[in-house]
């Protein structure tokens, strides 16, 4: 694409950033499975190798497919850079080595990604970092939790699986008033539906594993965000550390970014008919998802993202057994803890995603025994309507 690339629209952008045609004129993206690239001469191996001469060396630097996926996300993210990774928790890792140190202290929305939890707790501790977890729409805990020693916030909204949504804008400000960065994993909306950075955030980070790719397929991730913390310092800990994407990967991740806005809006809408539907049947307690009315935070999701996504969940009268009966029920809805995919899944979140918190923690967390998640794909509602009333009907 041509330089004036900054004037395009968001569609625009999603279907043609970061191309660059080769020799050979081919309309869609190559893929460039290679490891290495020849040089011309010694002379110009030295001069890439220190870096007098821009180039690429090995893929686990640079590789021209990865390249494409990092500037077209980087374009609808509104971030100067973008680096790619071979996994979601890639990108939460490479951000954690690049941007902590021995003394740091971090605080996180306790409603994050589970293994995010682990990599915190366990690993990222065990370098003499302190993580303090927070409820993300409790502001003042925010704040409270907020210490000299602390380098950024992070979270997740709308969180999983609950769907509880935080203001980017007041934790962005918050941060900054304390001289902190704040991370947002921006997964659930991708940036068709949210733009954290337009709202203040630093960084984003991105599972492309999920709606990005879109149909389950590959493992991959992102960060987004300033020239100087992700071009320099998550891109030098990725290259080295060696958390790069593979080009065939960010293959399949380019081209689903052409209709991610598409199929977003689809999810969304698919998910807003079930959620609906859902509040009316009987064995039905409450429903999750920011776009129903009754939703806590209905308004500032409303006015923060451009739809409500494509999950929800919803708590069956009764308790675990009753909730099995429903997810065993189904014929057509994938029992998966994947999301993001055109088919629909279904999760029984307090006995695997949230299975290895004691009863208690659950409980504050939110999370009960009857809560199923579903991650609405793009079948017909009708069908996926269908398919949960096989097991509503065996509750009575
Ligand atoms: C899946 C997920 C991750 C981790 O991504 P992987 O690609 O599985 O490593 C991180 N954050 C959120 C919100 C996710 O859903």
Redesign the pocket.
């Known amino acids: 694409m041509s330089d004036d690339s900054e004037q395009y629209g968001f569609d625009t952008l999603a279907v043609r950033a970061g191309q660059q045609r080769t020799a050979e004129g081919e309309q869609s993206e190559p893929i460039f499975p290679t490891s290495s690239y020849v040089f011309k001469s010694a002379a110009q191996a030295a001069a890439r190798f220190s870096g007098d001469e821009p180039g690429n060396i090995y893929s686990r630097f640079t590789n021209p497919t990865v390249r494409t996926f990092e500037q077209r996300l980087a374009a609808l993210e509104g971030g100067e850079r973008c680096v790619a990774t071979a996994?979601?928790?890639?990108?939460?890792s490479a951000t954690c080595l690049a941007l902590l140190q021995t003394g740091d202290h971090i605080v996180s929305s306790r409603s994050?990604?589970g293994?995010?939890v682990v990599l915190f707790e366990k690993y990222i501790n065990k370098f003499g970092v302190e993580v303090s977890f927070v409820p993300l729409t409790d502001y003042s805990a925010w704040e409270k939790a907020i210490r000299p020693e602390t380098r950024f916030l992070f979270l997740?909204t709308p969180s999983?699986p609950l769907t509880e949504t935080a203001d980017i804008s007041r934790l962005a400000q918050l941060a900054h008033d304390h001289g902190c960065l704040l991370v947002v994993?921006n997964?659930?909306c991708t940036p068709a539906l949210q733009q954290p950075l337009s709202l203040g955030a630093d960084i984003v980070?991105h599972?492309?594993?999920?709606y990005i790719d879109g149909q389950g397929r590959c493992?991959?991730?992102a960060v987004v965000g300033p020239e100087d913390l992700v071009g320099q310092d998550v891109y030098g800990v990725i290259r080295t550390a060696g958390f790069s994407m593979s080009p065939f990967n960010a293959w399949v991740f380019l081209k689903g970014l052409e209709t991610l806005k598409l199929r977003m809006h689809a999810h969304s809408k698919n998910a807003a008919e079930l959620a609906t539907w859902l509040q009316e049947q009987s064995c039905v307690g409450k429903v999750h998802f920011p776009g129903l009315p009754g939703h806590p935070q209905h308004e500032l999701a409303t006015r923060q993202q451009q739809d409500y996504g494509g999950v929800l969940s919803f708590e069956i009268k009764g308790g675990k057994e009753q909730a099995w009966t429903v997810i065993d029920a189904t014929q057509l809805i994938s029992i998966t803890a994947?999301?993001?995919d055109a088919k629909s899944t279904i999760t029984h979140p307090a006995t695997t995603t949230h299975g290895r918190l004691t009863p208690e923690a659950r409980t504050s967390a939110g999370i009960s025994d009857g809560l199923i998640r579903i991650a609405v794909g793009l079948e017909d509602v009708g069908d996926l309507k269908k398919d949960l009333s096989r097991g509503f009907r065996q509750l009575g």
């Open positions: 996994s979601g928790m890639a990108a939460i994050v990604f293994t995010t997740e999983n994993d997964c659930f980070i599972s492309a594993t999920k493992i991959g991730g994947n999301l993001g």
